[in-house]
């Protein structure tokens, strides 16, 4: 389906005034014909200025711009015009080229209301009423489309939760699995804690029996030494005798004195003797 547009508008005037704006919207025209837009449009800016009312200047200008794909310079150059006209059948053109130019632009609701508005100045403009059918069938792909994107983002924005969701999740389990790893780490270092102090208390200990172990055998050592000392230290006690066993003894004692002065002079008689011998043989 393509769309209708209305083309250029020829001037006829027999004023004087309006035959030089006449002069410019001729030449802006043949600058449009070979797509010296830029050149035209500022022809039939300055027929308008020339004549304000010169509906045709404008309508042109409208139709520059729509060739130039300036469309909402356009739909506005058109809107103007359908809304100082007070020529029906310019309203209806100025309004059917307005919803050409917004159909452009994919407006097409604000399409719609100017080709009503187009049948309504003009009931026989049957190309406003083939446009209107098309824009609406327009609109409604269009809203399909949006509809269809619109689920598009939402799947997507779900996925991205769920997505969200699982990496959070993830993140929840790969804190936990570290939590539960550092716990099992102080566990496993409070462990290795107890071991190593468990094993330097058996070893302190092991190293204290050593220690009272060689330190009773010095004890027995020293205690045997003592024993093998004291008999050489202890002195005798003096025991306690009667008067009559102090005179025995002492009886005892002279006669044992008596006896060795006795034999000692025993003795010396002897030798006495025996040298006298030897002297006198």
Same mark, same amino acid.
């Given at each position: 389906?393509?769309?209708?547009?209305?083309?250029?508008?020829?001037?006829?005037?027999?004023?004087?005034?309006?035959?030089?704006?006449?002069?410019?919207?001729?030449?802006?025209?043949?600058?449009?014909?070979?797509?010296?837009?830029?050149?035209?449009?500022?022809?039939?800016?300055?027929?308008?200025?020339?004549?304000?009312?010169?509906?045709?200047?404008?309508?042109?200008?409208?139709?520059?711009?729509?060739?130039?794909?300036?469309?909402?310079?356009?739909?506005?150059?058109?809107?103007?015009?359908?809304?100082?006209?007070?020529?029906?059948?310019?309203?209806?053109?100025?309004?059917?080229?307005?919803?050409?130019?917004?159909?452009?632009?994919?407006?097409?609701?604000?399409?719609?209301?100017?080709?009503?508005?187009?049948?309504?100045?003009?009931?026989?403009?049957?190309?406003?009423?083939?446009?209107?059918?098309?824009?609406?069938?327009?609109?409604?792909?269009?809203?399909?489309?949006?509809?269809?994107?619109?689920?598009?983002?939402?799947?997507?924005?779900?996925?991205?939760?769920?997505?969200? %969701?699982?990496?959070?999740?993830?993140? %929840?389990?790969?804190?936990?699995?570290?939590?539960?790893?550092?716990?099992?780490?102080?566990?496993?270092?409070? #462990?290795?804690?107890?071991?190593?102090?468990? %094993?330097?208390?058996?070893? %302190?200990?092991?190293?204290?029996?050593?220690?009272?172990?060689?330190?009773?055998?010095?004890?027995?050592?020293?205690?045997?030494?003592?024993?093998?000392?004291?008999?050489?230290?202890?002195?005798?006690?003096?025991?306690?005798?009667?008067?009559?066993?102090?005179?025995?003894?002492?009886?005892?004692?002279?006669?044992?004195? #008596?006896?060795?002065?006795?034999?000692?002079?025993?003795?010396?008689?002897?030798?006495?003797? #025996? #040298?006298?011998?030897?002297?006198?043989?």
């Amino acid at each position: 389906m393509r769309l209708v547009f209305t083309y250029l508008l020829v001037i006829l005037s027999s004023m004087a005034f309006s035959q030089t704006a006449r002069d410019l919207v001729r030449s802006g025209n043949e600058n449009y014909n070979i797509d010296s837009l830029t050149t035209a449009i500022s022809q039939y800016e300055e027929a308008m200025i020339l004549d304000p009312k010169l509906e045709e200047a404008k309508f042109n200008l409208g139709d520059a711009y729509y060739k130039q794909g300036k469309f909402a310079d356009a739909a506005s150059t058109f809107d103007e015009l359908a809304k100082t006209s007070s020529s029906k059948e310019m309203q209806s053109n100025a309004h059917f080229n307005q919803g050409n130019s917004l159909m452009e632009m994919q407006k097409f609701e604000g399409a719609i209301n100017s080709y009503k508005n187009s049948m309504k100045a003009n009931p026989q403009n049957n190309d406003a009423r083939y446009n209107y059918e098309y824009a609406r069938k327009m609109l409604v792909e269009q809203k399909k489309q949006e509809q269809e994107n619109k689920d598009d983002q939402d799947k997507k924005d779900d996925k991205k939760d769920d997505q969200k %969701d699982q990496d959070k999740k993830d993140q %929840d389990k790969d804190g936990k699995d570290d939590k539960n790893k550092k716990d099992q780490d102080k566990k496993d270092q409070d #462990k290795d804690k107890k071991d190593d102090q468990k %094993d330097k208390g058996d070893k %302190d200990k092991q190293d204290q029996n050593k220690d009272d172990q060689e330190k009773e055998g010095d004890q027995d050592e020293n205690k045997g030494d003592k024993d093998q000392e004291k008999p050489q230290d202890q002195k005798p006690q003096p025991s306690q005798m009667s008067k009559a066993d102090a005179e025995r003894l002492l009886k005892a004692m002279e006669e044992n004195e #008596k006896k060795t002065r006795e034999k000692v002079a025993l003795q010396k008689a002897r030798t006495k003797s #025996k #040298k006298k011998s030897d002297k006198d043989w």
